[in-house]
């Protein structure tokens, strides 16, 4: 049957991640302070991939300046090419190539 409420609060798994990630073994942590070593494993394999979710997600901020960005992109192609097209054009008036 499930368990109504999680045994440990948000804050003490946090406290149990930043442990581990100072340099503290899961195994010595379970003796410490009572969930297991497993469990405290699974805790910072949880912990790392919603921070490897927040470093890839894109921000508004980020996505309206890669929105400008493509859109100024794509203005100055078509002027890079309107001056191409405008040098071979005048070139080929004036005899040179």
Do not use: C
Not at 7 to 24: C, N, S
Not at 70 to 94: G, M, P, S, V, Y
Request: hydrophobic residues 30%.
């Amino acid at each position: 049957m499930p368990r109504s409420k999680q045994p440990y609060t948000e804050e003490f798994r946090q406290q149990m991640v930043d442990l581990v990630r100072a340099g503290q073994l899961p195994e010595e942590l379970a003796k410490e302070y009572g969930p297991s070593g497993q469990s405290i494993r699974n805790w910072v394999r949880d912990a790392s991939r919603q921070d490897d979710t927040r470093a890839d997600e894109v921000t508004a901020a980020e996505r309206e300046e890669l929105n400008r960005l493509r859109k100024e992109n794509r203005q100055l192609r078509e002027e890079r090419d309107i001056l191409r097209k405008a040098t071979i054009f005048f070139a080929t008036e004036t005899g040179q190539k």
